[in-house]
């Protein structure tokens, strides 16, 4: 049973295409909103205030939609060792001028900092993904912020350009590349500056970027832990296995039942290749005029995990701009520490 | 360098969207027909009669567009073991009216029988893979012979009902089930009646059956020899290392570069369950309306098989009719041989 | 400014694609829902069950998403000529295995006789458009009726099947067709059986069919008139040109500004044609992988229409089994009055 | 019956996307150059080089593939009136970094003037459509180029800067603009800088910009005129009917099939408009992540179109960049003479 009061961040996997027509995660925001509101006694607004709801679209091949509810109880408990942290912070609201610009980079990692501190994790190396979804505007929305002279007037465009500065300001308030680095003419040329625990989406159902810190404290207790790895390219399964060996699960080619019941969540950054190329031999997807790139990735990435970890129910958003290696991505995975 | 009198069959897949309007198939054929024609001095058309050209569209997601090539020199060796063997065989053309039917059912089961013949291959149990197209056609072929009653006007189910006869007419020449359960009313209904080694498709560029068997036959020599193994469903990665394991590659996540040029082609059937489920939690591929349920699936276990084998290039079909296990689908590895 | 109480139907058109997987029109009706709701004090629900919001999917092309609200006020008015009446009904709640059924046709009829009473409409011919949306459902929902014995387990055409019942209910219940030829058997088979005012849709967000009949009443006053006409085909402009001439609209290629300023709504029923061909050409629609049959002729069809009334929000809707002549369709028109 | 010999150019619509992924153009081009060599002895290189094959991928809605075939007969013939001519021009090799360069503008402004001269059309004013085709490129293409330094590594971006080069080529040959407008950095920029009379399109198929212009002259005789007319948005059927009009088609909703007879063949170019709204409503093309904008605005113009002539085999090819009027486009026909 889940107490409302205590949810603080829900972050799931919609029905939709995951790109700018994408409705399916405003309805699921709507729904849940008012599902909270009826039993808290809260306006749908001010639940959507204090609850970020980060959905991505797209649950292409074996994907199964889903989502993930993060609850927190007050507690006075003695800690043996760290324990799953969440903290939630949002921007102000960002304009379509805002998007993929040296503003919207600085207030996420303002928004990061805040994030962190209010989940009371200490250091950097304590943060194992960060979960931003900003807004994305229509043709419309696009031209009507005119004197803001948004950086591209294509709507999936847009999306990425502010993907990959959310991505930015992650790496920023974590240290992860020096602030020198972190500006808006590193966006989609230096690919070296990225945030290996950023996953950032966008949608048009938000106007802010909405900012969600997971990482492990000793100020918390429970009995999960979160751990993550970055991903080389679409093949790495080596990624998934780092991923899955720093939370103490044995080496195979596939969890089993049992193994995979500890699983409470995993979350896939990825990217078609920029290059058009993975381990040497071409693929499609950039080239494909009938089904987007981000829905061919979904569909294999998601696929190639959930082959590993034995589970369909995986968070993979597409759109890996700055966030893990060029051509590659990142994962995350929340499970139940072993006894 | 291949010598184009040697072609006996070509298996490849294409940039299309592997359905009915799928002109990439009919493309590359044409293409290498008439290259071949130029050197051989054969007509194009004779090519296409001597050599089975068969294409699958389609490579979404990781995949990536390739063809095998299979020649044969004619040599008299001394074999210690069993080697690589191809047989093809065609059947004669088929009208709207014949698709899923009896008709298709026997005449492939024969053209099997010849191919396998033809191939010097001695039992069943030495066939390995059984590659077929079949026809597709148009609304308008399809109400042009309103007389053959053809058992849809749905051109995409029409392929299906195609494929399921087709290897259904497999199973039939290779005695995986006994000649009662190969029958017309079994398509569609007794899904445990299915061939563990056929693949099959159906495109506009061909009117009759093509059929390419592949085995091992002590009257064939090379480096070369061909496993397969059962898919269970679109998650089974242990039915992949089973094929794996018969060739005598080690155990692993994925097979190293250096294992990985040991493949010389990889053959995958697979599907979307009928029931919207894999391993309890619910898909999506069937009530999309955007991406057809074969783009799915071809997208996911495409990416999955490549993880463990490290390799792209492999031939992924959707649609499993009667391929394998219902849900599932077969997987047929060719590798050089260890020494 | 709209009195929400007033409020007793809605219809329009929403940004998804209009097939099984289409959300938006549920989102749509959610958020019309909630927002009635807390104006009028009534529950989301208790609006639901008073109005119904009938939405179809998909604006291909041209079209411009938008909806109609139809209010009504009682008041006691002297009426020189007869006027737009509405009237709505709901049947019981249907399930998988109804759908397609004699069942759905006998509930829908009565249905629609309960909603012209309600209208006061005296005679079936001041019927003009009956505009019906019905359940859809996905492989999960029809699995789980297994005792219904669906007749499809495919969704789409389940939903097809549905409108085809729904519209021979329309035509029972007008009168347009005897009894005995609206029947199950007739579905899909004896397209001399259709409903010259009948629109009908399904999507996932209803259980039951709703039922808004308009037509023409002396009971009735106000500005507003309609008209329907058939469309023989998809390039059937003549027929688009018959119901502007029943409203007055004087003969033109397009209706100028001022006099498409007197237009309130326009409905559009359509389809490819089952042949594949048109005036003697043949199209591609039902053909196609990548596009779904009932996008591409709502694209050109409401394009068509939009071109000749000057205006690009109409409701188009796509599949019109039984529904104005086979691969044609109808269109209905409300226009304020000429003085 | 035609004379191979006597053909000189081929315009068409074939079944792809009419996006990069289509090779059903390249498949045609392939088909007919085969054809073509086996009855004139020509090899299928040499029929390229001669005859320009133009075809347009996207039939989309109402519309139906088709080519139309440009035959030339030397005779000596005297001439009450000007008649259909048609001359033909190539341009160099283009590689990807020449795309939407100055390069491009120039050299297709020479290869109109080329192909005007040999067509013996006297005046601008009687050239009344360019057809171009030039060179599309995947990602692995335009990265290969990477000294060329393309303007875009999005290859669909890439099309629509060479379609807006070509188009300024032609106006610059034509005088429809003063060289000062037809310069690179008026692509995407200067709407008002467009050609009237220019169609561009762009396929993988061909590695220079093909050039077809069709006008009327004194030094040609036969049966046909040609006349072009500018779209000003989607919805134009005053510019369809100028067009008709100057050819002497009397008025009317729709031609009637006596009328329609005398049609050989209707070029559209169309494009959705840039700022999302038509006549004052928005559509919603540009936001759409399943179809290409592309191919919308193909479906609805060409229904439009297809409803005013009474003929669906109309070549519409989407992407107007300074082609016509912006958020328009350009019709051209030809017909038979009246008596």
């Not at 399916?24 to 959507?48: C, H, M, N, Y």
């Not at 039942?257 to 071409?282: H, M, P, T, Y």
Request: aromatic share 4%; with cysteine; charged share 20%.
């Amino acid at each position: 049973m889940v107490d409302p009061d205590e949810i603080v961040a829900v972050i799931g996997k919609t029905h939709g295409n995951g790109l700018v027509n994408d409705y399916t995660r405003g309805f699921l925001t709507q729904s849940l909103a008012f599902l909270i509101s009826g039993v808290t006694g809260e306006t749908p607004d001010a639940v959507k205030r204090r609850i970020p709801f980060i959905f991505s679209g797209g649950v292409e091949g074996v994907l199964s939609p889903h989502y993930s509810v993060f609850t927190v109880t007050e507690s006075i408990t003695e800690n043996a060792e760290k324990a799953l942290a969440v903290g939630v912070a949002f921007t102000p609201e960002l304009a379509p001028g805002d998007i993929g610009r040296q503003r919207q980079i600085d207030l996420t990692a303002e928004a990061v900092t805040h994030a962190m501190q209010s989940a009371n994790i200490q250091s950097s190396a304590d943060v194992h993904f960060v979960q931003i979804k900003g807004p994305a505007f229509t043709v419309s929305d696009i031209l009507a912020d005119a004197d803001g002279k948004p950086t591209s007037d294509n709507p999936g465009k847009l999306m990425g350009l502010g993907r990959a500065a959310s991505a930015l300001g992650v790496a920023k308030a974590l240290g992860e590349i020096p602030a020198s680095r972190a500006v808006e003419a590193a966006i989609g040329k230096d690919f070296g500056a990225f945030s290996s625990v950023a996953s950032c989406s966008a949608g048009v159902e938000v106007r802010g970027n909405e900012v969600i810190v997971l990482g492990m404290s000793s100020q918390w207790s429970g009995p999960l832990a979160i751990e993550h790895a970055a991903l080389k390219d679409a093949l790495d399964t080596a990624g998934v296995r780092n991923a899955l060996s720093a939370l103490g699960f044995p080496e195979a080619l596939q969890l089993s039942n049992e193994q995979a019941s500890r699983l409470r969540a995993v979350f896939v950054k990825c990217e078609a290749s920029r290059d058009g190329i993975i381990r040497g031999k071409s693929h499609t997807m950039l080239n494909d005029g009938d089904i987007d790139q981000q829905r061919h990735i979904r569909a294999a990435v998601g696929a190639i995990v959930a082959s590993v970890v034995n589970d369909t129910a995986i968070f993979v958003s597409g759109g890996a701009e700055h966030q893990g290696p060029d051509g590659g991505g990142m994962i995350a995975i929340i499970a139940e520490r072993t006894a």
